[in-house]
């Protein structure tokens, strides 16, 4: 079970560090927050703004050195590879009116998750990972969609997009129970799902959420297409992320940078499911792209731009060309989030 420090280890604490080296000091901290605070100015400060403006000071030489990701292969890193690029369209078969079923079966666990190297964060989970699977069908399907709550926590799945309101997930499923949502699904876009058990804070941010895109029945152009959902984990239950993910695990496309081919469209599909901070961020070096808010229109005309906001569940869809060969950053543009975890390259060959 996870257990607060006696000694707090807030966001602000964890920024003395700089992003160098951050983590690898970060899992034993929570257990010995003192080993963080060793010498002055921090030591020596006597109020919250000295301590704070100490903390910038040392986050500022920190940045000089910059942040080597880890090069190891473990088990976070290759969920967030696995989610970069997996869409589960579930099990399909045809309706006697000819429109197409689709089932999925999701399951809420209890999971301890690796969130970067050697630091596992203690999520709620769907089907064990967090986010949980990006699910994915085409407008006018029926969706089938078995809930089991395997925690000793109500639970429930509200996906966004429309549908009759009492497959909405606004009543809780009990520990041990299930229930099945059935709807038709619409609109075509980019959408969410998430629990709608309160407190909904605590349930969001645990970990029980994911992407679900509805694909329009006219086919979007051809494209090389990815998944990316922006998160947060507040590890000391303080009300205050200490690590900012895309798909879960810090610095992951920076450890290892996402191959694509230059000339070629490229496609993102990303959503916002950060708690505790009112919004999130995505920009692009060197480079535009448009923007489609939530999707629903192929044919909108997208905003041209290199970066753009989402408040917690918001979402959209990029379409990208990268011009030439190179390497292009990406990362959140509040200079903290990006600091903490949430930030990559693209590798156009």
């Not at 990029?318 to 060969?325: A, M, N």
Request: aromatic fraction near 12%; include cysteine; hydrophobic fraction near 35%.
């Amino acid at each position: 079970m996870f257990q607060k420090s006696d000694k707090k280890l807030s966001r602000r604490n964890l920024l003395k560090l700089g992003t160098t080296g951050a983590f690898a000091v970060l899992g034993s901290a929570l257990l010995n927050p003192s080993s963080l605070f060793g010498r002055p100015p921090v030591a020596q400060a006597h109020d919250k703004h000295e301590i704070h403006q100490a903390m910038k000071e040392q986050l500022h030489e920190g940045m000089k050195h910059g942040y080597v990701p880890s090069n190891e292969i473990t088990e976070g890193f290759k969920a967030a590879q696995h989610a970069l690029t997996a869409f589960d369209y579930g099990k399909v078969s045809l309706l006697p009116d000819g429109r197409t079923l689709r089932e999925y079966e999701i399951v809420a666990y209890e999971t301890n998750v690796e969130i970067a190297k050697g630091i596992k964060f203690p999520g709620w989970t769907f089907n064990g990972t967090i986010p949980g699977p990006t699910i994915r069908c085409t407008e006018g399907d029926v969706l089938r969609v078995k809930f089991t709550n395997g925690t000793l926590h109500p639970h429930s799945i509200h996906f966004h997009g429309m549908h009759p309101t009492n497959m909405d997930g606004l009543e809780s499923v009990l520990s041990g129970d299930s229930f099945t949502y059935e709807f038709e699904a619409k609109p075509a876009g980019m959408h969410v799902y998430h629990c709608h058990v309160a407190p909904l804070a605590r349930h969001i941010h645990k970990g029980l959420y994911g992407n679900f895109i509805i694909d329009p029945k006219k086919p979007r152009a051809a494209a090389k297409e990815f998944n990316m959902l922006m998160n947060g984990y507040d590890l000391d239950l303080d009300g205050e992320n200490e690590i900012y993910t895309v798909n879960g695990y810090a610095f992951a496309y920076q450890q290892e940078p996402i191959k694509v081919k230059a000339g070629e469209l490229v496609r993102i599909y990303l959503s916002n499911l950060t708690e505790f901070d009112l919004i999130n961020s995505f920009h692009l070096h060197a480079n535009f792209f448009n923007y489609y808010a939530t999707g629903a229109d192929p044919e909108a005309r997208p905003a041209y731009t290199d970066t753009i906001m989402q408040c917690q569940g918001e979402r959209g869809i990029l379409e990208i060309v990268f011009p030439l060969p190179g390497r292009y950053m990406f990362h959140a543009h509040q200079s903290e989030f990006a600091e903490l975890g949430w930030m990559g390259f693209f590798i156009a060959e």
